[in-house]
């Protein structure tokens, strides 16, 4: 008998030095409480004993029919656990990972309650930052998550937007569903499957078919998602729909290829009309050098001018030209004509 009695002094010694530990009579009023629990809500125990449970509660829910409930329950002996939102000194809400544990007398009826709690605030806070984050990310982007043999898992509207299909008809489905037929065969697509799997991250633009048949192109990264012992178990992919930029630097590169061939001096600008390519001719015309006028605007302080001119540097005449009102003399991405001459 003796060594039982021992045997459990030890085990509540262990867990009043790990633990936060707060007893209560069957009404809430508080008998006492171990220095963890003070620690965690900033009170000596002269300020807590004797008055009740509730003062670590919001005022809301103090008066909520829950609550009320909450402690008839434990006054019939039954246990609750979970993690519990509480107000500490000074209104500082801190989080509670706490078990109520109604302690039974001789007859089986409950005489008090003792609480075991661990404080969980920062785990709460990180998880909240982390939820948050998530949450900002899906609202911006098309999230789809995969297990690792590339089976869909979910996908986000964002997602199913682009692509075109609703939730019910990916679900389930292999990743290949979005690939080329000739890619989906490939040993770079059954490499890029197994380099996942193996916990590594991959990052690129990339080619998809969307329902119909459409081209699509996204800038996406594959994130594989570890366990705690650091092993692979899902892959999550955050995309962004590129499919207008590609287009348009397809049409770039086109137009380049086509000012290339000409003598005529072309200019291509941005939807802000700042220079984005010169030809040749327009070097030859204007003497100006493309580095010299890329990301500049056409019309500004003169064109090509007074405001690109260093002092003291050898005047080119079609540059003196140049500068007297070019303003019309330059093509946007979505066309390519021949500038007027300019009067000698």
């Known amino acids: 008998m003796a060594l ?37 809500v ?50 500082r809400e801190i989080w509670l990972q706490a078990t109520y544990n109604p302690i039974l007398g001789p007859t089986g ?34 999230i789809i998550e995969f297990a690792l043999d590339g089976t869909i898992l979910t996908a986000n509207a964002n997602f199913l937007a682009v692509v075109g299909y609703g939730l019910e008809e990916v679900q389930g489905q292999h990743h290949r569903m979005f ?25 690129a633009e990339f080619r998809r078919i969307a329902k119909g048949g ?16 650091g092993r692979p178990i899902k892959v999550v ?36 009309q700042r220079i984005l390519y010169v030809n040749g001719g327009f070097e030859r015309l204007t003497g100006y050098a493309q580095a010299e006028v890329l990301g500049k605007k056409p019309g500004e302080e003169g064109c090509f001018g007074r405001a690109w001119r260093a002092p003291g540097r050898r005047r080119h005449p079609a540059r003196e030209t140049a500068s007297q009102g070019c303003d019309a003399w330059h093509c946007t991405e979505a066309s390519i004509r021949q500038p007027p001459r300019l009067s000698k």
């Open 42 to 91: 900033g009170y000596s125990l002269r300020e807590v004993k004797g008055q009740h449970h509730r003062m670590f509660v919001d005022p809301a829910e103090r008066e909520s029919e829950a609550y009320r409930g909450f402690w008839a329950s434990l006054g019939r002996g039954e246990f609750q656990a979970g993690e519990y939102r509480r107000v500490a000194k000074g209104g």
């Open 237 to 272: 992919k955050f995309a962004t729909d590129i499919t207008a930029e590609v287009a348009k630097r397809r049409q770039f590169q086109l137009l380049s290829l086509v000012a290339n061939e000409t003598d005529n001096s072309v200019i291509v600008t941005d939807p802000q």
């Open 4 to 40: 039982f009695s021992t045997d459990v002094a030890a085990k509540l010694a262990a867990l009043d030095r790990s633990q936060a530990v707060i007893e209560f009579a069957l009404d809430g009023t508080i008998l006492t409480a171990n220095a963890n629990f003070l620690a965690a």
């Open 109 to 142: 009826r409950p005489r008090k309650i003792v609480k075991f709690a661990s404080d969980i605030t920062a785990q709460k806070l990180s998880n909240a930052d982390s939820t948050g984050k998530v949450a900002a990310i899906g609202r911006s982007q098309g």
């Open 179 to 203: 690939v080329d037929p000739a890619e989906r065969e490939s040993e770079e697509y059954r490499a890029f499957w197994a380099a996942l799997r193996r916990g590594e991250f991959q990052a």
């Open 214 to 229: 459409g081209e699509i192109w996204i800038q996406a990264t594959y994130n594989p998602i570890l366990d705690p012992a």
